[in-house]
């Protein structure tokens, strides 16, 4: 059974900095689109940043310039350095991924269980 679990969440001041980890593990074969999303309090899950698997990146609006979505295939593990953090930062961060596992490749992908982060003013 292939898990993803995130680390890194926490609480900052603004203009303060946090690194998101993202592991996945189980038997994977090949992993695809790595992704990071948020949700906050009332709000729709967004989607932050993300991946491919030759290393090109996408970035909200929101974020561009401040996050920075790196991965490390041969773990395989996503992370999320998060700098200039301000108060609507404040979300919980979810990793997502298109993996190959025993059972072939998820149409909808795996999630992981999400991390607080909480950036005051």
């Known amino acids: 059974q292939v898990q993803l679990v995130e680390s890194g969440g926490g609480l900052v001041q603004a203009g303060g900095s946090l690194r998101l980890s993202c592991a996945a593990s189980?038997?994977?074969?090949?992993?695809?689109?790595m992704e990071w999303y948020r949700q906050a309090p009332g709000k729709q899950r967004e989607l932050v940043a993300a991946?491919?698997?030759?290393?090109?990146?996408n970035y909200a609006e929101s974020v561009k310039g401040r996050f920075t979505i790196s991965r490390d295939n041969a773990k395989p593990t996503v992370y999320l350095q998060m700098n200039s953090l301000k108060p609507e930062d404040t979300a919980v961060y979810y990793c997502?991924?298109?993996?190959?596992?025993?059972?072939?490749?998820?149409?909808?992908?795996?999630w992981g269980q999400g991390t607080q982060v909480t950036v005051s003013s």
């Open positions: 997502h991924a298109y993996l190959k596992s025993l059972a072939g490749w998820s149409t909808t992908g795996s």
């Open positions: 189980g038997t994977i074969f090949r992993t695809s689109v």
């Open positions: 991946i491919s698997s030759d290393g090109s990146t």
